[in-house]
């Protein structure tokens, strides 16, 4: 339950902290960090406007993607403390969870008949498509190096391998998290959520039609997202075994540091060209192979 | 004994379907049909809880050397149970479907499709019941003939008709690799049965064997690159057929090469490695040619290519954690194979089902001619939402538990497995994952293209729901594809027991036990999420009621004479991954240049279209070379009396000449 | 008793020619059939025993002669509907000589002495003849000339090939000896001298099996005899040249030359299945196309022959079968041509709505001669590989089922083209005739039992074949 | 005197070969029925007379009349007299029968036996080898016939060649060849146009 509480409350800082860090990184003040917040619950003050073309997947979408992330949170452990539900394999299902989210987003902008909608939900649905194997690669080698298949006890045995090269590994499985993330989230170098042309969104071009309490269950999910990936870099990077109090200062100290990496990405990196970034996201791919070989070493498979 | 002749009773009676009047046709072949189900159900029903019979038909004189023996064990009352359950549907689905055709077609035609029907579902029943070669060559083939009756069933189209008879052909072609491989075991056992191959595999290598049946099977089931008949069959035939076809029918050859596995011996590892690259080439190459199809009912043809392609990934895992002595491997691999065969059949004949009916509303299988169908026809478009989320894996739906079975089979087979072992297992996995993500990219497609949106065509646009009778069998479906996802353990227990009797892997508590602790854990999480969507839309609903709606146009970015063909159609969608895939797919453009000259464009057509490959090098182009061949051969009926002589004389002097040469 | 056969028939084609009336000429024909079935029951019973000292009832002949016996009904009455409007003279002609023609098959059977059979052989020629002349037109003339030159080319070889069967035994009257006084002698001859006088019988009897080297006539004669009359030419009287081959074939068989033969009769068989597979892929002419589906089934059994072991069964059983669906076929093309007015493919099409139950018979027919399953062909083709699989024939199994696959989708393509499609061109649009169903049933009749054949092999019959093969080699 | 006959009957065989005229084939069909009618009276001892007479009847009265008598009516009828050749010209038509000669000669030497007359046998072989060589190489009908009636004259000396004696059957089975030729000239000769061959409607 640790897990889940931790991971919505650092939902909460997550955006701002992002925000405050461009402005600064770009000289400015900035707003305070529950900034995003009050956005969203001035957005749950208006009342929404549908298209006409729209049909009942358009008004549910957002509340399925949000289902699916709170869904998703419940799988992840936090140091030793279990997850809600943990057993075998659960990392599929969060993989799952997630995919089942967005192919409503996906069909919810089509359902907008706009094409603009439509041009993001092709490239949204081709990016989350190639990364897929980034991920189970990435989860694989955990399975592989620690003979487990559950999150929680992977992570608790993470370290406890007595291996010291296992750090090596673990940065080549944070920094790919990162990049995953990114994609996920749709943030650069993949997309740039301030970007101000359609033609060039791929997130924010299929929301385009949402409005009022929709939009704000949008905007929730994405935070929560972050957060939710933010916990699992944590959990890879942070050994388990050490007091809570220690945990949960680290915690918000990964997450933090997390969310500032994607501030000054987005503010001193420019965004793919959109047809780079197949490519872009491919090398994750080759990197999680990497990772791979890396565990096939240090189990000394290969050797 | 009473079961053989009942059963022996409804084959006989079959035969009246062309006596009965054309108002009774349909309701007699339904009679029919719900008593042979409820006899077979109740035989595999009773195998699976208690001790197997064996029920003797007295068809087959010993002058052939055959007896035709029904033996029920528990792999063939598995597949009995999926056979009916489809059949059944497809055949409820069937009333609805075949209604406007009644005006075009007199009686005999529906006599003909009926008892095609009938005899598809009793020679797959007889299929997976019959051990004996001759017999089983026999109903394999009049399966093959009965359904090929089933997709010429709108015959005047010469296209179909090619289809269906180059389908009849590959069939043929695949049930003589069957035959020679029968004809083996026999010469070196004596017996030509599926109990002989024990015997053979037990004295001879087992891979040639193996190989021989597989090619036969996997003709049927639609392995890449011997699925060439699939795509084409399957959008021919009338939906309710292809439904049939697509969810069970291909199935025997999965149940063929699961039926030679139980009784192999050695060559394991290779044997599973080869079935294990075959079905992640077939996953994989199957989804992305579904991706760039146009045509509905060939898109989800290609999908099945795909799913056969899970199974096999299944299968093949199986077999190697047989090879490597790793019980758990095997249990899962074999157990979410086999459950995919179970699933697939439930979701692929639901979506053919909703193609037909689709076909019926909008007069078109082209999906850049559809659209926004939800409005018009919502409960298909729920129906094939709840198919496409089952197709492509995601939770809560059925799809997602046979696929999660494999998944965990592949990561726990990981730790502690030899260099090789884990690079084949980590590929496999990838590929898996890459099948799931592109089958998400294709149904986001298929599902927002057809149904979502502003329609593309005048038919689309005034389309009408199908009828009752063709809606409630499909509701069915969708609730048993629920059910599967959300009470797994229930459904997978027996599965476990199935596997470990056909393939006796001992009985494996820890892992059994683990698997339906964790499924149930999966239930939990499929139930906690039902219910929080439950609440967010219930919140929702009350917040809204509390808040100003109104509608109004899609935004158009300022641009305010939006038209339905500006939206993205399933080309444009398909546009960047067809950028990747293109040396795969070979996606041919035909578009007419402007020209310098040309200061008024006149209309132009774009043409886009995607051939098999593997069709047009393996298939199409070597059969051309040899019948153009042939036809070069025939040329001595010349209608000259000297020449018809001529032949015989040179005849005898060539045989003469060998003869003296002691030639032969 | 056979005396009294021969006589009667003989002089019932004889009266028929100058028979007043129809009617008359109906009685004829029945009573005919009648003294044919008769023939059949008294042989059935009498198996083994000779009469006329050059006739025997053998296994081989009691079958064959059952099958003529069971199509006779049939054509009889098939020929009835189709020379209904002809003169009565034409119409008396015709009788006569169908009359004539089952007799002499009938003797052609029986026959235990090769000159004997070779004569009957002969006859069947001259009696056929007629009947393919029968429509007086251009081609028909043609197709008898062709038939009747080539056929007794052939056939004057197949006579020096028994006289060579003389030179071994050194007397004259060799070939005038039984089969069975023969055998013995045949052991310690000269090799070159059986391989010789087996290669002059095969030739020689090919015009009339239809078999590869002088198949070329029998094409001809199908496409313009009657339907009734090419049902029977492709059926009967195929078997009669079958029958004088297998005789010579079972003679020869204890000796050495055995694999000759067999290399032989393959070589001839896959040619010929060649050549149908060829034909078939270029057919636009329906009877023509079943004509080929006929020199593809002889094929067939000829390379059954060659191939020995469990080929001889399928042999017999694929003879019997074909005849059986084959001339179903055949009496279908007569109704069929009463409602299209044509055999062209292209000018051919929507029977199925014109006639179903003729469309179901064509279909039905097609699976069976195509041996699918649940065609009784299936069994025999079955049997076939087996044989080749025993003697490890590879090359020849691959060859055949290559073929054997052209050949499936030649045929049903065709076939079910003209059952469903619309024509491709009408050329002249004549109203298309009206036939009763009824006309179909003896048709189906026959198919039913090629398909009851794969289920259920009735012990008679099985055990009839077994004895017939029962002196060749195992 | 019987090898003088049957030198003889080689040469007419060799004389059709190069033959250029119907009429001379006409002869030549007439000369061969009277030589076989001596080689048969000359051969056949021991064999008994009505035998003989029906021997003697087939050869003069069919082989060495009607025949020739039929074919010089069509021959008149169609008003044709030189033969026309197809693409063989005489000259290599005469080179292949002497190789036929040869074959046979060689055949009969292999297939040498104690209860055959061997030059009969090669003779008989030789026989045969024209009648084919006539019908595959011959255009017209006409031709056809004679090589037809060259292939009965074949089967007729084989059947001396056995033995010295005839048996009945045998004598049965050449007349109803010969029956059947006479038909076939009869019958056909006279309706078809045989100075032709446009026989060519039936063929794929």
């Excluded at chain 2, 139980?262 to 079935?275: E, F, N, P, R, Y």
């Excluded at chain 3, 005396?3 to 009685?27: P, Q």
């Excluded at chain 3, 329906?286 to 004509?291: D, F, S, V, Y």
């Excluded at chain 3, 089922?401 to 003209?418: D, E, F, P």
Aim: proline share 3%.
């Amino acid at each position: 339950m640790a897990g889940f509480i931790l991971i919505a409350v650092a939902a909460f800082f997550f955006p701002g902290v992002i925000l405050r860090t461009k402005s600064i990184a770009s000289g400015r003040k900035g707003p305070a960090i529950f900034q995003p917040w009050k956005d969203i619950a001035v957005l749950l003050r208006k009342g929404s406007v549908f298209s006409d073309t729209t049909s009942l997947i358009f008004r549910i979408a957002p509340s399925v993607t949000l289902a699916t992330i709170t869904g998703a949170m419940l799988l992840l452990p936090f140091a030793e403390q279990k997850a809600v539900l943990s057993f075998e394999g659960d990392f599929i299902l969060f993989a799952y969870l997630l995919a089942l989210g967005k192919f409503f987003t996906i069909i919810a902008a089509l359902d907008t008949g706009s094409s603009f909608e439509g041009m993001g939900a092709s490239r949204e649905a081709l990016f989350s498509m190639l990364v897929e194997p980034a991920f189970f690669i990435l989860i694989a080698t955990f399975a592989m190096f620690t003979g487990y298949t559950s999150f929680s006890v992977i992570f608790n045995h993470f370290f406890i391998t007595g291996n010291d090269y296992v750090l090596i590994y673990s940065i080549i499985g944070a920094y790919l998290l990162v990049q995953i993330a990114m994609v996920e989230n749709s943030r650069l170098p993949v997309d740039d959520p301030k970007t101000h042309l359609e033609l060039t969104m791929i997130h924010e071009v299929m929301i385009l039609d949402y409005s009022g309490f929709d939009k704000a269950l949008i905007h929730v999910g994405t935070y929560l997202k972050f957060a939710l990936y933010g916990s699992l870099i944590y959990n890879l990077v942070v050994p388990a075994g050490w007091n809570v109090i220690l945990q949960t200062g680290l915690f918000f100290a990964v997450q933090a540091l997390f969310a500032m990496v994607i501030g000054f990405t987005e503010s001193f990196r420019a965004r793919n060209k959109m047809n780079k970034n197949p490519k872009f996201i491919l090398t994750l791919t080759s990197i999680a192979l990497i990772a791979f070989m890396v565990i096939l070493i240090l189990t000394e498979k290969l050797a | 004994m009473f079961g053989s002749t009942a059963f022996l009773v409804i084959l006989a009676l079959s035969l009246l379907v062309f006596a009965v009047p054309e108002w009774l046709k349909y309701y007699f072949t339904l009679g029919l049909l719900v008593a042979g189900i409820a006899l077979t159900s109740s035989w595999s029903t009773g195998m699976l809880t208690g001790a197997g019979q064996a029920y003797e038909l007295p068809l087959f004189t010993a002058a052939t050397g055959t007896r035709m023996v029904l033996v029920i064990d528990n792999l063939s009352a598995f597949f009995i149970l999926v056979v009916n359950f489809t059949v059944l549907i497809g055949f409820l689905y069937a009333r609805g479907y075949l209604e406007p055709y009644k005006i075009r077609m007199n009686a005999l035609r529906f006599s003909i499709h009926y008892f095609s029907y009938l005899w598809l579902w009793i020679s797959m029943l007889m299929v997976v019941m019959i051990r004996d070669g001759i017999a089983f060559l026999i109903v394999w083939e009049i399966m093959a003939l009965s359904s090929f009756f089933l997709v010429i069933f709108d015959a005047e189209e010469r296209s179909i008709m090619k289809t269906g008879i180059s389908y009849l052909i590959q069939m043929h072609v695949g049930m003589f690799f069957i035959l020679v491989a029968f004809l083996l075991v026999q010469q070196d056992t004596g017996r030509m049965s599926f109990d002989a191959l024990g015997e053979y595999f037990s004295r001879h290598r087992n891979l040639p064997l193996f190989l021989l049946f597989f090619a036969g099977f996997a003709i049927k089931a639609g392995f890449i690159p011997l699925h060439t008949w699939l795509p084409e069959a399957h959008p021919a035939a009338p939906s309710h057929v292809s439904g049939v076809m697509s969810g069970v029918m291909i199935k025997m050859g999965i149940y063929g090469i699961m039926r030679v596995l139980a009784s192999m011996q050695s060559d394991l590892l290779i044997t599973g490695v080869i079935i294990l690259i075959m079905s992640l080439v077939s996953g994989v190459l199957g989804v992305m040619m579904a991706i760039v199809q146009h045509d509905l009912k060939r898109l989800l043809a290609y999908h099945s290519i795909e799913n056969i392609g899970i199974i096999g990934i299944g299968i093949g895992l199986g077999v190697i954690g047989q090879a490597t002595g790793n019980g758990a491997l095997s249990l899962l691999g074999y157990a979410g194979g086999l459950l995919h065969v179970l699933n697939h059949s439930l979701f692929k004949s639901l979506l053919f089902f909703n193609a037909g009916s689709v076909y019926h509303a909008a007069h078109t299988r082209n999906i850049e001619q559809t659209g926004g169908l939800m409005k018009r026809m919502p409960w298909t478009a729920i129906l094939f939402l709840a198919g496409s989320l089952a197709i492509c894996g995601l939770p809560p739906f059925n799809g997602f538990i046979s696929e999660y079975l494999i998944y965990m089979g592949m990561f726990g087979s990981l730790s502690g497995a030899s260099l090789y072992h884990s690079i084949l297992i980590v590929g496999s996995i990838a590929a898996l994952s890459l099948i799931g993500g592109l089958a998400i990219f294709c149904f986001t497609k298929a599902f927002g293209i057809v149904f979502l949106g502003e329609p593309r065509s005048e038919e689309a646009g005034n389309a009408r729901e199908a009828g009752r009778s063709m809606i409630f069998p499909q509701l069915a479906t969708a609730a048993l594809i629920l059910f599967i996802g959300l009470g797994s353990p229930l459904v997978v227990k027996p599965v476990f027991d199935i596997v470990t009797r056909t393939w006796n892997l001992g009985s494996q508590p820890l892992v059994t036990g683990a698997f339906t602790a964790n499924l149930a854990q999966i239930s939990l999480a499929g139930g906690i999420f039902v219910v929080t969507l439950a609440t967010l839309l219930l919140y929702r609903r009350y917040h809204l009621s509390r808040h100003v709606v109104e509608t109004g146009p899609t935004w158009g970015c300022g641009y305010t004479a939006g038209t339905p063909k500006q939206q993205y159609t399933a080309t444009s969608f398909a546009y960047n991954y067809n950028h990747i895939a293109k040396p795969l797919l070979q996606t041919r453009k035909e578009i007419e240049e402007i020209g310098e000259d040309e200061i008024f464009p006149h209309r132009r057509k774009f043409l886009s279209h995607s051939d098999d490959l593997f069709k047009r090098n393996l298939v199409d182009k070597p059969v051309d070379w040899i019948s153009g061949l042939l036809k070069r051969i025939a040329v001595m009926q010349t209608g000259q009396i000297r020449h018809y002589i001529l032949y015989a004389f040179v005849f005898m002097l060539i045989v003469l000449l060998l003869a003296m040469l002691k030639i032969i | 008793m056979l005396l009294l056969f021969f006589i009667v028939s003989l002089a019932l084609s004889g009266v028929t020619l100058i028979s007043g009336s129809r009617g008359l000429t109906r009685a004829f024909a029945l009573a005919f059939s009648a003294l044919l079935i008769a023939i059949t029951v008294h042989a059935w019973f009498n198996i083994g025993n000779t009469e006329l000292t050059w006739f025997t009832y053998d296994s081989t002949a009691v079958l064959l002669l059952s099958v003529l016996t069971l199509l006779t009904l049939p054509t009889v009455y098939h020929g009835f509907i189709y020379t209904s409007d002809d003169a009565v003279k034409r119409f008396n002609i015709y009788h006569s000589g169908l009359i004539a023609l089952m007799t002499f098959m009938a003797g052609a059977y029986l026959a235990n002495t090769m000159t004997v059979l070779w004569i009957f052989v002969e006859a069947t020629t001259l009696a056929v003849a007629v009947l393919i002349y029968h429509d007086r037109t251009e081609v028909a003339l043609e197709a008898t000339w062709k038939y009747v030159f080539i056929c007794s080319t052939g056939i004057a070889l197949a006579y020096l090939g028994i006289l060579f069967l003389g030179f071994i035994y050194g007397r004259g009257d060799a070939p005038s000896l039984s089969f069975s006084s023969f055998s013995h002698v045949i052991s310690n001859a000269n090799p070159l001298y059986l391989k010789i006088a087996f290669i002059f019988v095969l030739v020689g009897f090919s015009t009339k099996m239809g078999l590869f080297p002088m198949h070329t006539v029998t094409i001809d004669a199908h496409s313009v005899a009657p339907p009734p009359v090419s049902a029977l030419i492709s059926t009967t009287l195929m078997n009669v040249g079958f029958l004088a081959i297998y005789r010579v074939y079972t003679l020869f068989s204890g000796t050495p030359v055995l694999s000759f033969m067999n290399d032989v009769l393959i070589l001839a068989g896959v040619l010929s299945l060649l050549i149908a597979a060829g034909y078939m892929l270029k057919a636009k002419h329906l009877k023509r196309m079943l004509a080929y589906s006929s020199l593809e089934n002889m094929g067939l059994v000829a390379i059954a022959l060659g191939t020995g072991g469990y080929g001889y069964y399928a042999a017999l059983l694929l003879i019997v079968l074909h005849s059986f669906a084959k001339s179903s076929l055949f009496y279908q093309m007569g109704q069929l041509s009463r409602i299209l007015h044509t055999f062209r493919l292209d000018e051919s099409g929507r029977y199925m709505k014109l006639y179903p139950a003729g469309a179901m018979v064509l279909m039905t027919g097609m699976i069976c001669i195509l041996a699918i399953p649940p065609s009784g062909m299936f069994i025999s083709e079955l049997m076939i590989f087996r044989a080749m699989v025993v003697n490890g024939q590879w090359l020849v199994m691959a060859l055949t089922v290559i073929l054997l696959c052209y050949i499936i989708y030649a045929m049903s393509t065709r076939i079910m083209h003209v059952s469903f499609s619309s024509p491709r061109n009408e050329s002249e649009l004549l109203q298309p005739g009206h036939v009763s169903p009824v006309e179909t049933v003896s048709q189906f009749i026959l198919l039913a039992f090629v398909i009851m054949i794969c289920f259920w092999q009735p012990p008679f019959l099985t055990d009839l074949i077994s004895n017939s093969i029962a002196l060749l080699p195992r | 005197m019987v090898n003088y006959l049957i030198v003889l009957f080689a040469v007419t065989l060799i004389y059709f070969a190069s033959a250029e005229r119907l009429s001379t084939y006409v002869r030549l069909v007439a000369l061969q029925g009277l030589l076989l009618c001596g080689i048969a009276v000359f051969e056949l001892k021991e064999v008994n007379l009505a035998n003989l007479l029906f021997i003697v009847a087939e050869t003069l009265l069919f082989k060495t009349m009607l025949l020739p008598y039929l074919l010089s009516r069509i021959i008149r009828k169609s008003g044709v007299t030189k033969v026309h050749r197809q693409a063989v010209p005489g000259f290599y038509l005469l080179l292949f029968s002497i190789a036929g000669l040869l074959i046979s000669v060689i055949l009969a030497v292999i297939l040498v036996n104690p209860f055959i007359n061997s030059i009969y046998l090669a003779i008989a072989l030789f026989t045969l080898l024209t009648g084919l060589l006539l019908i595959v190489t011959h255009k017209l009908i006409i031709s056809h016939l004679i090589g037809f009636l060259v292939v009965e004259n074949a089967v007729f000396l084989f059947s001396l060649a056995i033995g010295n004696e005839m048996p009945m059957l045998i004598n049965i089975g050449i007349l109803l060849d010969i029956f059947v030729g006479v038909l076939i000239l009869g019958f056909f000769g006279l309706r078809l146009k045989p100075h032709t061959n446009e026989l060519t409607m039936l063929k794929d």
